[in-house]
C-alpha cells in the first residue's frame, strides 16, 4: 500500500511538471496496458464520491464495449481514442466558434477556469511552467496570467498549493536575481511577496505580467478596462499555443513603442516592420536600420539611435515605385513626396508585399487638402502695423475677437498667422545689436540644416539635429519646430476645423472647469505685454476651454494655464491647441488629472535617479523631503514657473525634442550644481531657498526679446551680487554628465513608478474614507479597512465580469473619495449574503434587498461605502435595540417592496412626512422672492435659522418609528424565522419567538379594540343596530379560548416532526393551504370559526389565522407558514383576512422581546466581521469541480 501511494505522488507530481493538461486529484481511475510502465489517467476526481460516479459512467458506457477486443493494444488504442474524443466534444461546446485560440490553448483555459473556479469572461493569455518558492522549497506547477487576475497551480509530493492574485492589488513587479537561483520574478502585494523562477523565457513572462498589471493600474486610474482589439489582422501562418489575447497585448506594446518612437497619434497602429538600409544624401551613405509601415506613415529608425530618424506622412506621398535592382543596391524602393523629396531604401527582404501594402494605406488615404494647410512654413509675417486695414488688429490691439466665432482658415484672424510675442514684442534695441547677429546666425544655421536634411515633417533627424536644439531655436523658427518634433503637426492637419468647430461649441458654457479657467487666467505669465490685455487674455481663454471641452476627464489642471500662455507665444491658437493635447496626452501623460499622477511617476523616477547618480545628496534630499517639493513645480510647467522666461523656453525647446528625458537630465545638473550648499542644510526651507536662488539667475544672454521681471528673483537677496548661470552651459553640462539616459530606461520606471503611485494614491484613498466614516460607525479602523478593501473588490469585479461600461460610469473621478466606489443592489447582495450575522437561508437574498433600498437615500439604486458600513454596523454594533431597531425598518417602506405587503399606509405616511421634513426644506430662491415681495431683513433671517434647522440631522428615537400593521408583522415573524433555522439553539429560539409573536398578536388586537371604539359606535348607532358588534365583555373570552386552540399546536407540531420531515411535500402543501387562508384541514383557522362569527369579527379570525400559523412553525427550519408562496401579493398569500386595524408599536415589540432570554442572548451576541472577511474570500476562490471535464482529462 506504501509503494502504491508514493507511485501515486510520483504520477502525479510528474504530470504537474511535464503536462500541461494534467489535473491532479486525491481519487484517480488509470488505465494500464499489461507489462506497460505507462498509466493512462481516465478520470479523476476530488472525492469517493465524485470518482464513484466516473466509475459507474465507465461501467455503462466503456466496459461492455471492451469485451469484444482480443488484443489489449487495441484496447488502450480504443480507450484513449474515446476520452480524447469526449475531451474534443466538450472543448467545441464550451468554446465560441469564432475563437481563434489554438486547441492546446484551449485546454489550458477550461483547465484553469475550473481549477480556480472563474467565470467565461475571464480571459486567459497565457501560461507558464514555473517554480514558486515557498520557503526554502520550489513548487514547480504552472502559472496562469488571465487579464484580472495571476493564478498559480502545483501538486508536488501530496502537497497542493493554489494561488490567486488580482493585478489590482500588485504593488512592486520586479526581475531580479538572488543565491537561491540565476533569475527570478519578484509580485509583491500589500500583504505578502510571492517569487517565481525557473522559466523557459523570462523575459517574455515578465513583460507580459507588466503589461497586464499596467492595465489594472489604467483601470484603477481612470476606468479603462481592458477591451480586446477584434480587429487585429490573422496570423500568415498559424501561431502554436499563442492566443488572440496574447497577440493582441504583443501588438498594444509594439503600437505603443512606434508612437512614442515617432510622436505620432494615439490611435496610429503598426502594421509591420522589416530591415533594411536608408540612403542618406547629407553624408552619402547608405544607414542601417529598420522602416515601419502603419496606416499613415512610413518611418525609419536607424540601428544607432542617433544616425537618423525619419517620418514620411502618405498624405504628402506622390509616387511609390520599385527601382532596378543591383549587387551593390539590392531590392531597391524609391517613395517621393509633395516636397520634392525622394527617399531611397534598399535591402528590402519582401519588397513586393511592402509595395503592395503601401499601395493600399495609400488608397485609404484621403487626397482632399484641407482649408488652410496648404500654407507654407512662413513665419516672418509683417508686424500689426502693417496688417490691412480689414483687420480687427489694425483698429485696435485689445478688440474683442473672443466674443465673435472664430474660423482658422489663413489670412482670417491675426492669430491664426503668427504668436502673440510677434504681435505685442516692442521695440528692442537688442536686434540690430550683437544679440541680433546672434540670432541671424541661428536662423542661418537652420536654413542650412533645412537644404541639407529637409524642412517640414519629412525632415531627416539626426544627431545635428539635436545639436542645433541644443544651442537654442530662433524665435522665428520656435512654433514650427516645436509642432514638428512633438507631432501637434500631424493631428492639426489631418482635423481641418476641429479647433474651431470646439471653440464655437464650448463658447457661453460654464461647468467646474471654465470657472477654474477664468479664476487662473490673469495668473498666466501677467508680467508679459501680451496677456496684460483682453486680447491675450481671450485666445488663452479659448484654448483653454476647447481643450476642457475636447477631454472632460482631464478638463483644467493648474499650471496648464503657465505653459499655454507660453506656446500662444511662438503659436496661433489652432497649434497652440494641438501642442497642448501633444503635452496632455503623450508626452506628459497623466500630469494634468486632479491626482497629477504622471507628475508623481517622473518624481518618483527622479528619486531613483538621485540614488543612481547623486548618492551622496539622495540621503539628504529624501531626509529633507526637498525632491516632493521641487519636482512638481519643475515639473509641471517645464520650468517656466521657477526659471526666467528667457532661460525656461530654451528647455521648452529641448524638451518638445527630447521628451521628459531632458527635463530629468537638467533636473540632475541643478542638484549637482548645488550639491555642497545642499548638504550643509538644516531644513527643507534653506534648501528651497538655495534652488530658488540659483534657478532665478539662470539667464539667457543670447535672448533677443526685452528681458520679462522674474515673481520668483524677490528670492535673492543680500550683499553679494547673484552668480550667473548660463542656460546653454546648464545645458551643456546636462548632456556630459546625465545625457546617458535612454527612453526606453525611462519608460520601464514609468511603469514600476506607476504602480507604486496609483497603489499609494488608493491607500490614500482608502485612509481618507475610512477616518471620513469612523466617526459614525461602529466598527473599529481595522474592520473599516478590511471593509472597504471587499466592498472596493466588489465594485472593480462589476467591472472586469459584469457590465464593464455601466460600472465605469458610476465611477466619476471628479467626485470625492467617498462617492467614487459605489455598488448595485446585485452586488450588495452578495456581498450581504457573505457578511451578515443574520443568516436567514434562502430569505437572505429577500432581507439583502430590502437593507438596499432602506440605505439607498437618494433613490439611484447605487450606495456608497459609508451607506454599505452603515447598514452593516447596525447589525454588528449597538445594543439589542438598535439591532431591533433596523430590523424593524427592514419590514416597513421603503425598505419593504409594495409586492411584499400592500398593507402599510402610516409607514409610508410617516416616511413621506420624514423626507419632506428633512429633505424638501424651503429653498432658497422662494426665500429671495419672498424677501422681495417685501418682508424684512429679520424675516430672511428668521427662515434662514428655520432652514438650517430643518437641515440639521435629528436624533431618532424609537417614539419617531411608525407602527407596524399586521402584513408587516408577518413579514416580519417569517424573517425571524429564518433567521434562527441555523442557530445551535434553534429550538429555544423558536419557542420563544413563537410567544412573543403570539403575546405581540394579543396586544394588537387589544390595542385595536381600544383605539376603534369610539368609531365603531358610531357606526352602529348610524346603522341603528343591525349589526350585533362582538361585546367588550366577550372579546377577552373569545381571545382567551383561541389562545389556548392555538398554544396547544407546537406540541402536536414537536410530536409529528418525524413524519414532517418524511413527507415535505405534503407538509408544504398543507402550509401553502394554510397561508393561503383557505384550507379546510384541522389546523385551518377558519374552520374553528363559523360564517357568522367569520363575518361579524374579522378581527378574531385574522387573529386566529396569524398565531396558529406562527406557532405552527416552531420545529420546522426552512419552509414556514410563514413564508407563504414566495411572489404571490399580500391578498393571495393571506387571503382576505388580514386586517388593516391592526398594529403594533416598535415599544411594544421591544419590550415583549425583553422578556425571553435566548432572542436578548441571539441579539447581543458578538459576531467577529474580520473572520465573515477572510471566509467571504475563502469562498470566493473555491475550486468549481465539474464530473464530465474530469471524466476526460487524459494524460500520458
Not at 107 to 134: I, T
Not at 969 to 987: A, G, R
Not at 1088 to 1103: A, G, N, P, Q, R
Request: charged residues 25%.
Amino acid at each position: 500500500f506504501v509503494n502504491c501511494y508514493i507511485d501515486r505522488l510520483l504520477v502525479g507530481t510528474l504530470d504537474v511538471v511535464l503536462d500541461s493538461s494534467a489535473r491532479v486529484a486525491p481519487y484517480r481511475i488509470l488505465h494500464q496496458t499489461q507489462d506497460s510502465q505507462v498509466y493512462w489517467a481516465v478520470a479523476c476526481g476530488s472525492s469517493r464520491k465524485e470518482i464513484t460516479k466516473h466509475w459507474e459512467w465507465l461501467e455503462n458506457n466503456l466496459l461492455q464495449t471492451l469485451s469484444i477486443f482480443d488484443n489489449e493494444e487495441d484496447i488502450t488504442t480504443f480507450v484513449k481514442g474515446k476520452i480524447h474524443g469526449i475531451i474534443a466534444e466538450e472543448n467545441k461546446n464550451e468554446q465560441p466558434q469564432s475563437e481563434e485560440d489554438p486547441g492546446k490553448f484551449k485546454e489550458a483555459e477550461l483547465k484553469m477556469r475550473k481549477q480556480f473556479g472563474m467565470p467565461e469572461v475571464e480571459k486567459l493569455v497565457n501560461y507558464y511552467s514555473c517554480s514558486y518558492w515557498k520557503g526554502r522549497v520550489p513548487r514547480q506547477g504552472w502559472l496562469y496570467l488571465t487579464v484580472n487576475h495571476l493564478c498559480f497551480y502545483s501538486f508536488l509530493l501530496g502537497k497542493e498549493v493554489t494561488l490567486v492574485i488580482q493585478w489590482v492589488d500588485v504593488t512592486q513587479l520586479e526581475k531580479n536575481a538572488t543565491l537561491l537561483f540565476p533569475e527570478c520574478i519578484k509580485v509583491s502585494t500589500r500583504d505578502s511577496e510571492l517569487y517565481f523562477s525557473m522559466f523557459l523565457n523570462i523575459n517574455e513572462t515578465f513583460k507580459l505580467m507588466e503589461q497586464l498589471a499596467n492595465i489594472a493600474m489604467r483601470q484603477l486610474l481612470d476606468n479603462e478596462s481592458f477591451l480586446q482589439d477584434k480587429s487585429l489582422p490573422k496570423p500568415r501562418r498559424p501561431l502554436k499555443n499563442i492566443s488572440a489575447l496574447k497577440r493582441d497585448l504583443d501588438a498594444r506594446a509594439k503600437n505603443e513603442c512606434y508612437r512614442a518612437t515617432f510622436r505620432l497619434p494615439k490611435d496610429e497602429c503598426l502594421d509591420g516592420h522589416t530591415d533594411c538600409t536608408l540612403w542618406t544624401p547629407f553624408n552619402k551613405m547608405h544607414i542601417p536600420g529598420q522602416m515601419f509601415v502603419s496606416n499613415n506613415y512610413i518611418c525609419f529608425a536607424s540601428r544607432a539611435e542617433e544616425a537618423c530618424h525619419l517620418i514620411i506622412p502618405l498624405r504628402e506621398v506622390t509616387i511609390v515605385e520599385k527601382a532596378d535592382s543591383s549587387s551593390v543596391l539590392p531590392s531597391p524602393l524609391s517613395i517621393s513626396t509633395k516636397s520634392k523629396m525622394t527617399f531611397f531604401f534598399a535591402n528590402l527582404k519582401d519588397r513586393d508585399f511592402l509595395v503592395q501594402r503601401i499601395s493600399d494605406f495609400l488608397q485609404r488615404t484621403p487626397s482632399k487638402k484641407p482649408c488652410g494647410i496648404d500654407r507654407e512654413w512662413k513665419w516672418n509675417v509683417a508686424d500689426p502695423s502693417k496688417l490691412p486695414s480689414s483687420s480687427p488688429l489694425a483698429v485696435s490691439p485689445t478688440s474683442a475677437l473672443s466674443h465673435r466665432p472664430v474660423s482658422f482658415c489663413a489670412g482670417q484672424v491675426p492669430t491664426a498667422s503668427q504668436g502673440l510675442l510677434k504681435l505685442f514684442r516692442r521695440n528692442s534695441e537688442e536686434l540690430s545689436g550683437p544679440k541680433g547677429a546672434k540670432e541671424k546666425m541661428k536662423e542661418e544655421s537652420w536654413n542650412i540644416h533645412f537644404f541639407e536634411y529637409g524642412r517640414g515633417m519629412c525632415m531627416y533627424r539626426t544627431a545635428k539635429t539635436r545639436e542645433l536644439v541644443q544651442k537654442g531655436i530662433p524665435e522665428n523658427l520656435r512654433g514650427e519646430l516645436w509642432l514638428l518634433f512633438s507631432g501637434a503637426w500631424n493631428e492639426m492637419v489631418t482635423h481641418p476645423g476641429y479647433y474651431g468647430d470646439l471653440v464655437e461649441k464650448s463658447m457661453g458654457r460654464y461647468n467646474l472647469a471654465t470657472e477654474e479657467i477664468e479664476r487662473d487666467l490673469h495668473r498666466s505669465m501677467p508680467e508679459h505685454p501680451a496677456f496684460q490685455n483682453e486680447f491675450g487674455i481671450a485666445a488663452l481663454r479659448r484654448v483653454l476651454t476647447a481643450y476642457a471641452f475636447r477631454n472632460p476627464t482631464i478638463g483644467y489642471c493648474q499650471a496648464m494655464n503657465i505653459v499655454t500662455s507660453v506656446l500662444l507665444l511662438y503659436c496661433n491658437e489652432e497649434e497652440a491647441f494641438w501642442l497642448l493635447v501633444a503635452l496632455c496626452e503623450r508626452m506628459l501623460p497623466d500630469y494634468y488629472n486632479t491626482r497629477v499622477v504622471g507628475a508623481l511617476v517622473d518624481q518618483g523616477i527622479f528619486e531613483e535617479l538621485t540614488r543612481e547618480y547623486l548618492p551622496q545628496l539622495s540621503e539628504k534630499m529624501q531626509d529633507l523631503g526637498v525632491i516632493s517639493t521641487i519636482s512638481l513645480s519643475w515639473f509641471l510647467t517645464l520650468f517656466l514657473s521657477v526659471m526666467p522666461f528667457e532661460s525656461a523656453v530654451v528647455i521648452v525647446d529641448c524638451f518638445f525634442y527630447e521628451g521628459i528625458k531632458f527635463i530629468l537630465q537638467v533636473s540632475l545638473a541643478i542638484l549637482d550644481a548645488n550639491m555642497e550648499k545642499l548638504l550643509q542644510c538644516c531644513d527643507e526651507g534653506e534648501a528651497m531657498t538655495i534652488l530658488g536662488r540659483y534657478l532665478d539667475n539662470v539667464v539667457n544672454r543670447q535672448s533677443v526679446s526685452p528681458p520679462i521681471p522674474h515673481l520668483h528673483a524677490l528670492l535673492t537677496s543680500g550683499d553679494d551680487p547673484p552668480l550667473e548661470i548660463d542656460i546653454f552651459e546648464l545645458i551643456k553640462t546636462s548632456y556630459e554628465k546625465f545625457g546617458n539616459l535612454k527612453a526606453d530606461d525611462i519608460e520601464q520606471m514609468r511603469f514600476k513608478q506607476r504602480l507604486k503611485v496609483i497603489q499609494s494614491l488608493e491607500d490614500t484613498a482608502k485612509k481618507s474614507v475610512v477616518r471620513a466614516v469612523s466617526g459614525d460607525i461602529g466598527f473599529s479602523m481595522e474592520e473599516l479597512e478590511e471593509l472597504y478593501v471587499v466592498f472596493k473588490a466588489k465594485y472593480l469585479m462589476s467591472c472586469y465580469w459584469g457590465n464593464n461600461r455601466a460600472a465605469a460610469a458610476r465611477r466619476d473621478q471628479s467626485l470625492p473619495y467617498l462617492e467614487q466606489y459605489r455598488i448595485d443592489m446585485e452586488q450588495f447582495k452578495e456581498l450581504f449574503i457573505s457578511l451578515t450575522p443574520w443568516a436567514c437561508g434562502a430569505h437572505t437574498p429577500v432581507l439583502a434587498a430590502r437593507l438596499f433600498r432602506l440605505l439607498d437615500e437618494n433613490r439611484d439604486s447605487l450606495i456608497n461605502f459609508k451607506e454599505f458600513v452603515t447598514g452593516m454596523s447596525g447589525m454588528y454594533h449597538g445594543d439589542l435595540t438598535e439591532k431591533l431597531k433596523v430590523l424593524y425598518k427592514l419590514h416597513l417602506p421603503p425598505a419593504l417592496n409594495p409586492e411584499e405587503t400592500e398593507s402599510a399606509l402610516e409607514a409610508t405616511s410617516y416616511f413621506t412626512e420624514d423626507v419632506t421634513t428633512e429633505g424638501n426644506a424651503t429653498p432658497l430662491p422662494l426665500l429671495l422672492r419672498r424677501k422681495e415681495k417685501g418682508t424684512s431683513p429679520q424675516d430672511y433671517r428668521y427662515y434662514l435659522r428655520m432652514w438650517a434647522k430643518e437641515k440639521e440631522n435629528k436624533k431618532e428615537t424609537i417614539k419617531d418609528l411608525p407602527k407596524m400593521s399586521q402584513e408587516q408583522f408577518i413579514e416580519l415573524c417569517k424573517t425571524l424565522y429564518n433567521m434562527f433555522s441555523e442557530d445551535p439553539v434553534e429550538q429555544e429560539l423558536y419557542h420563544a419567538i413563537a410567544t412573543v409573536a403570539s403575546l405581540l398578536l394579543r396586544i394588537g388586537e387589544v390595542g385595536k379594540k381600544f383605539s376603534n371604539r369610539p368609531t365603531r359606535k358610531s357606526e352602529d348607532c348610524k346603522a341603528n343596530n343591525t349589526q350585533d358588534p362582538v361585546s367588550e365583555e366577550e372579546s377577552p373570552t373569545s381571545e382567551q379560548s383561541q389562545n389556548s386552540a392555538v398554544e396547544q399546536q407546537p406540541q402536536a407540531d414537536h410530536e409529528d416532526k418525524a413524519s414532517v420531515d418524511a413527507q415535505p411535500e405534503k407538509t408544504q402543501q398543507e402550509n401553502q393551504t394554510l397561508g393561503d387562508g383557505s384550507g379546510e384541514g384541522q389546523g385551518s383557522p377558519l374552520q374553528l370559526l363559523s360564517d357568522d362569527e367569520t363575518k361579524d369579527d374579522m378581527s378574531m379570525s385574522s387573529y386566529s389565522m396569524v398565531s396558529t400559523g406562527s406557532l405552527q412553525c416552531e420545529d420546522i427550519a426552512d419552509d414556514t407558514v410563514l413564508v407563504g408562496c414566495e411572489g404571490s401579493s399580500a391578498a393571495a398569500r393571506y387571503g382576505s383576512t388580514i386586517d388593516t386595524d391592526w398594529s403594533i408599536s416598535f415599544e411594544q415589540i421591544l419590550a415583549s422581546m425583553l422578556t425571553e432570554t435566548a432572542l436578548v442572548n441571539y441579539f447581543e451576541k458578538k459576531v467577529n466581521i474580520l473572520q465573515k472577511i477572510k471566509d467571504q474570500k475563502k469562498v470566493e476562490r473555491q475550486f468549481s469541480s465539474s464530473s464530465d471535464y474530469e471524466l476526460s482529462s487524459v494524460s500520458g
